[in-house]
């Protein structure tokens, strides 16, 4: 029982601890509260106060634009009229100026219209005037109009030739003043700088021999030795009464070397037969295509020539044992190919390319004897299958005048050219070609009219002409000699070049008795 009044006692300090916790905390409350509401009273006024504070700015600034909106109108405004009223009086300028030029031109137009009628009047008169003055000189000179204007135009073309011939003179002389002198000095200083050998060379050799015994030896019983070593290199062997020597002659150089080879080989060897030749003229022509491989890497490391291929060196060295009028081609060739880079570096043009086509101007002659055609078309073809440039192709193909030189490369060739086969001593002549083209010179000399006789002088390096000075004056003499020489030049094949020297001479005859 008294757990129980216990139990009831503690349940109800609980309840009323509870409810004054309850008071406490609510009185606490109600102040919180209204300490909040003092505070959020406290907040409006001040956020009421800053929102019209910011409203009177916003007006004031509003009422700041507004005013300078207006004020940058006025001015814009301002400016627009001002810019308007100087148009307008622009305007009005050039009304006014547009109705002083109608003005003129309506003046004008009168004067034109005035002179106009009176030039009409004085072109009538002049007409008139013109008729009666030519029939006056009809009358006076008893020559109608055709005739007189016939006289008048002959006469022209008489003074008018006259002064194209004294004017061609001059432009030719200055033309040789100037040109050839450096011309001359040009391919004067490329001869300088290049030396080269001057001996023509022959379509036979020689070999000596140790006695006249060994001559048998080579023709060998009943001459088979000879038949055999003629039939394998293609030469024909001399056996004469030359002491102690054997004379090989053959158009082709190499198979000439091939045998010289073979019989200098025999003779140090000293067994002669059949089997022993076959030896000798295999290893003989193992030589010479030796000889030919160097021959051609040797030009090309001479004139300083790269990029060639394989089979182009090797038909450069074939031209080693080619030769042209007894001057080697392949000499000439790299005369031809120095001569040709000196020139061009004396002109500004590349002396490289210069050097290269003048090397290759000649490769068609180390193919003549195998392919049908002139040395030109075969050089070109070769060029072309071994991808050589347009320029040297060119230069090949108009080296002779085939084609009409198109570029300073292939001018520069055929000068390099002409000069090479033109030096004394590069090449020999027959005589009786030469007699010929003596002959032709002084034919095409006097296939002209007017020409009296004609003389082939200087070995052919000049061609003297005597004019009749009935049929030719001086002026013509221009003409003449100009004309005759480019039928030279289109009928005729010469190194070098030809001088056509005109003379025209009047004599005068009487006796004292």
Same mark, same amino acid.
């Given at each position: 029982?008294?757990?129980?009044?216990?139990?009831?006692?503690?349940?109800?300090?609980?309840?009323?601890? $509870?409810?004054?916790?309850?008071?406490?905390?609510?009185?606490?409350?109600?102040?919180?509260?209204?300490?909040?509401?003092?505070?959020?009273?406290?907040?409006?006024?001040?956020?009421?106060?800053?929102?019209?504070?910011?409203?009177?700015?916003?007006? +004031?600034?509003?009422?700041?634009?507004?005013?300078?909106?207006?004020?940058?109108?006025?001015?814009?405004?301002?400016?627009?009229?001002?810019?308007?009223?100087?148009?307008?009086?622009?305007?009005?300028?050039?009304?006014?100026?547009?109705?002083?030029?109608?003005?003129?031109?309506?003046?004008?137009?009168?004067?034109?219209?005035?002179?106009?009628?009176?030039?009409?009047?004085?072109? *009538?008169?002049?007409?008139?005037?013109?008729?009666?003055?030519?029939?006056?000189?009809?009358?006076?000179?008893?020559?109608?109009?055709?005739?007189?204007?016939?006289?008048?135009?002959?006469?022209?073309?008489?003074? *008018?030739?006259?002064?194209?011939?004294?004017?061609?003179?001059?432009?030719?002389?200055?033309?040789?003043?100037?040109?050839?002198?450096?011309?001359?000095?040009?391919?004067?200083?490329?001869?300088?700088?290049?030396?080269?050998?001057?001996?023509?060379?022959?379509?036979?050799?020689?070999?000596?021999?140790?006695?006249?015994?060994?001559?048998?030896?080579?023709?060998?019983?009943?001459?088979?030795?000879?038949?055999?070593?003629?039939?394998?290199?293609?030469?024909?062997?001399?056996?004469?009464?030359?002491?102690?020597?054997?004379?090989?002659?053959?158009?082709?150089?190499?198979?000439?070397?091939?045998?010289?080879?073979?019989?200098?080989?025999?003779? $140090?060897?000293?067994?002669?037969?059949?089997?022993?030749?076959?030896?000798?003229?295999?290893?003989?022509?193992?030589?010479?295509?030796? +000889?030919?491989?160097?021959?051609?890497?040797?030009?090309?490391?001479?004139?300083?020539?790269? =990029?060639?291929?394989?089979?182009?060196?090797?038909?450069?060295?074939?031209?080693?044992?080619?030769?042209?009028?007894?001057?080697?081609?392949?000499?000439?060739?790299?005369?031809?190919?120095?001569?040709?880079?000196?020139?061009?570096?004396?002109? =500004? +043009?590349?002396?490289?390319?210069?050097?290269? *086509?003048?090397?290759?101007?000649?490769?068609?002659?180390?193919?003549?004897?195998?392919?049908?055609?002139?040395?030109?078309?075969?050089? +070109?073809?070769?060029?072309?299958?071994?991808?050589?440039?347009?320029?040297?192709?060119?230069?090949?193909? $108009?080296?002779?005048?085939?084609?009409?030189?198109?570029?300073?490369?292939?001018?520069?060739?055929?000068?390099?050219?002409?000069?090479?086969?033109?030096?004394?001593?590069?090449?020999?002549?027959?005589?009786?070609?030469?007699?010929?083209?003596?002959?032709?010179?002084?034919?095409? *000399?006097?296939?002209?009219?007017?020409?009296?006789?004609?003389?082939?002088?200087?070995?052919?390096?000049?061609?003297?002409?005597?004019?009749?000075?009935?049929?030719?004056?001086?002026?013509?003499?221009?003409?003449?000699?100009?004309?005759?020489?480019?039928?030279?030049?289109?009928?005729?094949?010469?190194?070098?070049?030809?001088?056509?020297?005109?003379?025209?001479?009047?004599?005068?005859?009487?006796?004292?008795?």
């Amino acid at each position: 029982m008294e757990y129980i009044y216990c139990a009831i006692a503690a349940v109800v300090g609980i309840i009323i601890g $509870a409810l004054i916790g309850y008071l406490i905390r609510r009185s606490i409350a109600e102040k919180e509260i209204g300490s909040a509401e003092a505070e959020a009273d406290r907040i409006r006024l001040e956020a009421k106060r800053d929102a019209e504070a910011s409203k009177k700015e916003a007006l +004031v600034e509003a009422k700041e634009e507004a005013i300078r909106v207006k004020n940058e109108a006025d001015r814009e405004l301002k400016e627009r009229r001002a810019e308007v009223q100087r148009l307008e009086r622009r305007v009005q300028q050039k009304e006014e100026n547009v109705d002083k030029k109608s003005d003129n031109l309506d003046k004008k137009d009168e004067l034109l219209t005035a002179k106009i009628k009176e030039n009409e009047e004085r072109a *009538a008169s002049l007409e008139s005037m013109k008729a009666e003055q030519s029939e006056v000189l009809q009358r006076i000179s008893q020559m109608s109009v055709e005739e007189a204007r016939a006289s008048l135009l002959a006469r022209v073309e008489q003074e *008018a030739r006259h002064d194209m011939a004294v004017k061609l003179s001059e432009v030719e002389q200055e033309y040789k003043d100037t040109a050839e002198e450096k011309a001359r000095n040009i391919v004067a200083l490329a001869i300088q700088r290049c030396a080269a050998d001057s001996v023509a060379e022959a379509t036979v050799s020689v070999v000596d021999l140790p006695s006249d015994e060994m001559k048998g030896r080579i023709i060998g019983r009943e001459g088979r030795n000879i038949r055999a070593i003629e039939t394998m290199t293609g030469v024909d062997l001399i056996i004469d009464d030359t002491p102690e020597a054997i004379t090989v002659s053959c158009f082709d150089p190499v198979r000439r070397e091939i045998a010289r080879l073979t019989l200098e080989k025999l003779i $140090a060897d000293g067994r002669i037969h059949p089997s022993r030749i076959e030896e000798m003229v295999e290893k003989s022509r193992k030589e010479v295509d030796s +000889v030919i491989k160097k021959a051609g890497e040797q030009a090309v490391i001479e004139t300083g020539v790269h =990029g060639l291929s394989h089979e182009l060196i090797r038909l450069l060295g074939r031209l080693k044992f080619r030769t042209s009028y007894g001057q080697n081609v392949l000499r000439h060739s790299i005369e031809v190919s120095h001569i040709a880079g000196m020139i061009a570096s004396e002109l =500004g +043009v590349d002396p490289v390319l210069a050097r290269r *086509a003048g090397l290759l101007h000649d490769i068609g002659k180390a193919m003549t004897h195998e392919i049908d055609g002139s040395h030109v078309q075969i050089g +070109v073809d070769i060029a072309r299958k071994y991808k050589e440039s347009k320029d040297v192709i060119h230069a090949i193909e $108009a080296h002779h005048g085939d084609v009409e030189a198109q570029t300073v490369i292939a001018v520069i060739i055929q000068a390099a050219d002409a000069v090479s086969a033109a030096r004394p001593g590069a090449r020999r002549e027959n005589l009786e070609s030469y007699i010929k083209r003596l002959q032709k010179l002084e034919e095409i *000399a006097n296939s002209f009219n007017g020409i009296e006789k004609s003389f082939a002088i200087q070995a052919g390096r000049e061609v003297r002409i005597m004019v009749k000075p009935e049929s030719v004056s001086d002026d013509d003499m221009v003409f003449l000699a100009r004309d005759i020489a480019k039928k030279i030049e289109s009928e005729l094949e010469y190194p070098g070049q030809i001088k056509v020297n005109l003379i025209r001479e009047t004599r005068s005859f009487e006796y004292a008795k």
